[in-house]
């Protein structure tokens, strides 16, 4: 939820959840909340690239934060107040910035967690239960979701507010026919993608994996 919670990856303590995290199956669709226009993008390759950079303090894939990351900007019925929404861990990236997008329309697919959790494992093979980086994008995340953020602009200020403060429109809602189809093609993409993982996996942590 959003708000006060305990720190999942580092030292003891409290710390701030500016989102929510919904915890839906690994490669679903996700959809703009409303009609806008993508502000930003880091895609997966941009994310597996910094994880190629050993960070002071921090081993070489030390995951980002968001990973692959869509951000959306929203006017509303005030002139002053814009809404932007944020979708983070995501596995595939289907806009770019500047793209006008629609609510409802697909703008990539769930990562975060595709194969598994974020230490190392010995084995490979979706859905390895410990990999060590999980899929290109998944940015430091301990399964498979997606993190969704909202912010108020008000005259140029940003707050975050709970997105669950709000009802959405119904055309972001998905049939079943649709999501299926929508899993099924992007599995087809990470499959076609697990050599890569792999060899980065082996990279960071010096050990060979073995198919299980």
Known sequence: KFGPRPNPFGPP?????????????????????DDGVVISVTTP??????RK???????????????ATVIILHNTNDPNIK??????????ITVKRGDKVTAGQ???????????????NGKYD?????????????????????????????NGEKSVIDPLMFEYPQK?????EKFQQHIAENTKYVNSKKKELVDFHEKVTKQKLQPK
Not at 106 to 120: H, L
Not at 128 to 138: D, E, S, V
Not at 143 to 153: D, N, Q, V
Request: net charge positive.
């Open 126 to 154: 979706p859905p390895a239960r410990k990999f060590y980086c999980t899929w290109p994008g998944g940015g430091g995340s301990t399964g498979a979701h997606l993190h969704f953020s909202l912010s108020k602009i008000v």
């Open 83 to 92: 809404m932007r929404a944020g979708y983070c861990h995501m596995v595939k």
């Open 53 to 67: 950079i050993a960070k002071k303090g921090k081993p070489l894939g030390h995951p980002t934060s968001g990973g």
């Open 45 to 50: 390759e941009k994310d597996i690239a910094n």
């Open 172 to 176: 972001t809602i998905i049939s079943d």
């Open 13 to 33: 303590g409290k710390g701030f959840h500016g989102g929510i995290d919904m915890w839906v199956k690994p490669l679903g669709p996700i959809v703009a909340i």
């Open 106 to 120: 697909i703008i990539g697919s769930v990562g975060g967690g595709v194969y598994g959790y974020t230490s190392p």
